[in-house]
Protein backbone atom coordinates (compact mmCIF):
# COMPACT_ATOMS: atom_id res chain seq x y z
CA UNK A 1 0.00 0.00 0.00
CA UNK A 2 0.76 3.49 -0.08
CA UNK A 3 0.63 5.61 2.61
CA UNK A 4 0.47 9.31 3.39
CA UNK A 5 0.67 11.21 6.84
CA UNK A 6 -0.73 14.55 6.56
CA UNK A 7 -1.49 17.52 9.07
CA UNK A 8 0.27 14.75 11.84
CA UNK A 9 -2.35 12.17 11.39
CA UNK A 10 -1.00 8.97 9.88
CA UNK A 11 -3.27 5.81 8.54
CA UNK A 12 -3.83 2.98 11.14
CA UNK A 13 -3.86 -0.39 9.40
CA UNK A 14 -4.68 -3.37 11.63
CA UNK A 15 -1.96 -6.46 11.31
CA UNK A 16 -4.59 -8.53 10.89
CA UNK A 17 -6.00 -6.70 7.94
CA UNK A 18 -4.85 -6.81 4.54
CA UNK A 19 -4.23 -3.32 2.44
CA UNK A 20 -3.68 -4.35 -1.45
CA UNK A 21 0.24 -2.28 -2.12
CA UNK A 22 -1.69 -0.44 -5.27
CA UNK A 23 -4.21 0.93 -2.45
CA UNK A 24 -3.78 4.75 -1.36
CA UNK A 25 -4.42 5.73 2.13
CA UNK A 26 -4.23 9.36 3.18
CA UNK A 27 -4.50 10.99 6.54
CA UNK A 28 -7.36 10.29 8.97
CA UNK A 29 -8.09 6.53 7.73
CA UNK A 30 -8.61 3.77 9.93
CA UNK A 31 -8.92 0.41 8.51
CA UNK A 32 -9.82 -2.44 11.50
CA UNK A 33 -9.31 -5.75 12.12
CA UNK A 34 -9.99 -8.64 9.42
CA UNK A 35 -10.50 -5.97 6.85
CA UNK A 36 -9.94 -6.28 3.03
CA UNK A 37 -8.93 -3.58 0.48
CA UNK A 38 -8.71 -4.14 -2.69
CA UNK A 39 -6.25 -3.42 -5.53
CA UNK A 40 -6.30 0.87 -6.79
CA UNK A 41 -8.32 1.92 -3.99
CA UNK A 42 -8.26 5.56 -2.83
CA UNK A 43 -9.29 6.27 0.96
CA UNK A 44 -8.62 9.70 1.31
CA UNK A 45 -8.49 11.32 5.01
CA UNK A 46 -7.35 14.31 3.95
CA UNK A 47 -10.49 16.27 5.00
CA UNK A 48 -13.01 13.91 7.01
CA UNK A 49 -12.36 10.49 8.68
CA UNK A 50 -12.56 7.26 6.68
CA UNK A 51 -13.02 3.98 9.43
CA UNK A 52 -13.70 0.58 8.02
CA UNK A 53 -14.98 -1.35 11.39
CA UNK A 54 -13.71 -5.52 12.07
CA UNK A 55 -14.61 -7.51 8.64
CA UNK A 56 -14.94 -4.86 6.09
CA UNK A 57 -13.87 -4.84 2.55
CA UNK A 58 -13.70 -2.30 -0.05
CA UNK A 59 -12.84 -3.46 -3.60
CA UNK A 60 -10.81 -2.59 -6.35
CA UNK A 61 -10.44 1.04 -7.26
CA UNK A 62 -14.04 2.14 -4.82
CA UNK A 63 -13.27 5.33 -3.90
CA UNK A 64 -13.89 6.70 -0.31
CA UNK A 65 -13.77 10.37 0.40
CA UNK A 66 -15.75 13.40 2.67
CA UNK A 67 -15.93 16.56 3.39
CA UNK A 68 -13.99 18.27 6.52
CA UNK A 69 -15.61 17.36 9.86
CA UNK A 70 -17.54 14.12 8.27
CA UNK A 71 -16.86 10.43 8.60
CA UNK A 72 -16.75 8.04 6.15
CA UNK A 73 -17.50 4.64 7.83
CA UNK A 74 -18.22 1.29 6.18
CA UNK A 75 -19.37 -0.19 9.66
CA UNK A 76 -18.62 -4.16 10.71
CA UNK A 77 -19.09 -6.69 7.93
CA UNK A 78 -19.98 -3.93 5.60
CA UNK A 79 -19.11 -5.17 2.01
CA UNK A 80 -18.24 -2.62 -1.04
CA UNK A 81 -18.60 -3.55 -4.53
CA UNK A 82 -15.83 -2.69 -7.15
CA UNK A 83 -15.58 0.98 -8.07
CA UNK A 84 -18.15 2.39 -5.72
CA UNK A 85 -17.92 5.80 -4.74
CA UNK A 86 -18.84 6.57 -0.91
CA UNK A 87 -18.58 10.41 0.09
CA UNK A 88 -19.16 11.24 3.88
CA UNK A 89 -21.86 8.57 4.37
CA UNK A 90 -22.25 5.18 6.82
CA UNK A 91 -22.73 2.38 5.55
CA UNK A 92 -24.21 0.20 8.36
CA UNK A 93 -23.07 -3.24 9.93
CA UNK A 94 -23.40 -6.58 6.98
CA UNK A 95 -24.38 -3.90 4.36
CA UNK A 96 -23.97 -3.90 0.84
CA UNK A 97 -23.18 -1.79 -1.38
CA UNK A 98 -23.03 -3.03 -5.10
CA UNK A 99 -20.38 -2.15 -8.17
CA UNK A 100 -20.07 1.19 -9.20
CA UNK A 101 -22.61 2.41 -7.33
CA UNK A 102 -22.74 6.15 -5.84
CA UNK A 103 -23.29 6.97 -1.87
CA UNK A 104 -23.38 10.66 -1.04
CA UNK A 105 -22.98 13.12 1.97
CA UNK A 106 -24.81 12.33 5.01
CA UNK A 107 -26.98 9.02 3.48
CA UNK A 108 -27.05 6.37 6.45
CA UNK A 109 -27.28 2.74 5.06
CA UNK A 110 -29.54 0.96 6.87
CA UNK A 111 -27.90 -2.69 8.43
CA UNK A 112 -28.09 -5.80 6.47
CA UNK A 113 -29.56 -3.52 3.26
CA UNK A 114 -27.94 -3.99 -0.23
CA UNK A 115 -27.57 -0.73 -2.27
CA UNK A 116 -27.60 -2.06 -6.16
CA UNK A 117 -25.36 -1.73 -8.54
CA UNK A 118 -24.85 1.50 -10.24
CA UNK A 119 -27.36 2.99 -8.03
CA UNK A 120 -27.21 6.57 -6.84
CA UNK A 121 -27.86 7.53 -3.63
CA UNK A 122 -28.40 11.24 -2.84
CA UNK A 123 -27.40 12.96 -0.16
CA UNK A 124 -29.15 12.99 3.50
CA UNK A 125 -30.98 9.59 2.05
CA UNK A 126 -31.96 7.38 4.70
CA UNK A 127 -33.75 3.66 5.08
CA UNK A 128 -34.40 1.04 7.02
CA UNK A 129 -31.96 -2.01 8.00
CA UNK A 130 -32.53 -4.81 5.47
CA UNK A 131 -33.77 -2.75 2.81
CA UNK A 132 -33.05 -3.29 -1.03
CA UNK A 133 -32.24 -0.04 -2.37
CA UNK A 134 -32.37 0.32 -6.27
CA UNK A 135 -32.41 3.38 -9.02
CA UNK A 136 -30.78 6.89 -9.96
CA UNK A 137 -31.94 8.51 -7.98
CA UNK A 138 -32.17 5.69 -5.59
CA UNK A 139 -35.36 4.83 -3.40
CA UNK A 140 -36.58 1.62 -1.71
CA UNK A 141 -37.43 -0.94 -3.65
CA UNK A 142 -38.38 -3.64 -1.16
CA UNK A 143 -37.11 -5.53 2.24
CA UNK A 144 -35.20 -8.17 1.85
CA UNK A 145 -35.50 -12.13 2.89
CA UNK A 146 -33.04 -13.54 5.28
CA UNK A 147 -31.87 -16.05 2.72
CA UNK A 148 -30.71 -13.12 0.54
CA UNK A 149 -29.27 -11.68 3.43
CA UNK A 150 -27.43 -14.55 4.46
CA UNK A 151 -25.81 -14.94 0.52
CA UNK A 152 -24.51 -11.84 1.18
CA UNK A 153 -23.15 -12.79 4.22
CA UNK A 154 -20.93 -16.00 2.86
CA UNK A 155 -19.66 -13.20 0.21
CA UNK A 156 -18.49 -11.35 2.92
CA UNK A 157 -16.97 -14.14 4.89
CA UNK A 158 -15.07 -15.28 1.21
CA UNK A 159 -13.00 -11.25 1.42
CA UNK A 160 -12.37 -11.96 5.42
CA UNK A 161 -10.49 -15.22 3.86
CA UNK A 162 -8.91 -13.64 1.30
CA UNK A 163 -7.68 -10.72 3.45
CA UNK A 164 -5.91 -13.96 5.53
CA UNK A 165 -4.98 -15.82 2.00
CA UNK A 166 -3.52 -12.41 0.79
CA UNK A 167 -1.34 -11.77 4.24
CA UNK A 168 -0.08 -15.09 4.20
CA UNK A 169 0.22 -16.39 0.59
CA UNK A 170 0.28 -13.30 -2.21
CA UNK A 171 4.09 -12.33 -3.53
CA UNK A 172 5.22 -10.77 -6.37
CA UNK A 173 5.88 -12.92 -9.06
CA UNK A 174 7.12 -12.67 -12.83
CA UNK A 175 4.34 -14.26 -15.50
CA UNK A 176 4.52 -17.28 -17.15
CA UNK A 177 4.71 -17.51 -20.82
CA UNK A 178 2.00 -19.90 -20.99
CA UNK A 179 -0.30 -21.96 -18.53
CA UNK A 180 0.98 -25.57 -17.09
CA UNK A 181 -0.60 -28.07 -18.37
CA UNK A 182 -3.88 -29.59 -16.71
CA UNK A 183 -3.31 -25.74 -14.73
CA UNK A 184 -5.19 -26.17 -11.38
CA UNK A 185 -8.33 -24.10 -10.64
CA UNK A 186 -8.23 -21.58 -7.32
CA UNK A 187 -10.75 -23.89 -4.24
CA UNK A 188 -13.81 -23.32 -5.02
CA UNK A 189 -15.85 -22.40 -2.14
CA UNK A 190 -19.45 -22.81 -3.65
CA UNK A 191 -20.32 -19.18 -3.50
CA UNK A 192 -22.16 -17.75 -6.75
CA UNK A 193 -23.83 -15.00 -7.92
CA UNK A 194 -27.70 -14.83 -6.65
CA UNK A 195 -29.18 -15.03 -10.14
CA UNK A 196 -27.37 -18.58 -10.44
CA UNK A 197 -29.23 -19.87 -7.17
CA UNK A 198 -32.67 -18.85 -8.95
Not at 2 to 18: E, F, I, N, Q, R
Not at 31 to 60: K, M, T, W
Not at 152 to 162: F, V
Request: some cysteine; overall charge negative.
Amino acid sequence: MTCYSLDGLTPVVDPTAYVHPSAVLIGDVIIGPHCYVGPLASLRGDFGRIVLEEGANVQDTCVMHGFPESDTVVERNGHIGHGAVLHGCRIGADALVGMNAVVMDNARIGPRSFVSAAAFVKAGFECAEQSLVMGAPAGVKRLLSDEEVAWKQAGTREYQQLAKRCLEQMQVCEPLAQPEPERRRISDSGLRPKSAQQ
